[in-house]
């Protein structure tokens, strides 16, 4: 039960990892472009700059309290909680990142991520 639940705990972290690096990549090009304002297709306003950073922020706070939780967890040194979290870990990884261009990021740790060769 506990165990199972860890795991999914670590299966919906790599989820919101997910999210969060298609998210910013998909607003990318709309903030290299804004002047005060992101332009969107069709020719209205979309967020502004301050609201494209604010979610960008809640999102990558989202991710590292997991990240940080799931660290907690594995301090307990218990092997059947390392396990879960790594299995979790491992496959929330498989699933969700299944984009082409998810090959190009250089992921080090739950906590700690880096992009490596990443074009908008």
Not at 49 to 67: D, E, F, P
Request: glycine share 10%; aromatic share 10%.
């Amino acid at each position: 039960g506990t165990l199972a639940a860890l795991a999914a705990f670590a299966v919906a972290h790599e989820a919101l990892a997910s999210y969060r690096v298609s998210w910013a990549k998909s607003h990318t090009q709309a903030v290299a472009a804004a002047a005060g304002y992101v332009v969107v297709p069709g020719g209205r306003r979309g967020a502004s700059m301050l609201q494209l950073r604010a979610v960008n922020s809640l999102l990558y706070t989202a991710n590292i309290t997991t990240g940080y939780l799931l660290m907690l967890a594995v301090m307990s040194f218990n092997v059947g909680i390392f396990a879960a979290v790594v299995v979790g870990m491992g496959l929330g990884h498989f699933i969700f990142f299944n984009k082409p261009w998810h090959i190009e990021l250089a992921r080090v740790d739950a906590c700690c991520e880096t992009t490596v060769g990443f074009q908008p």
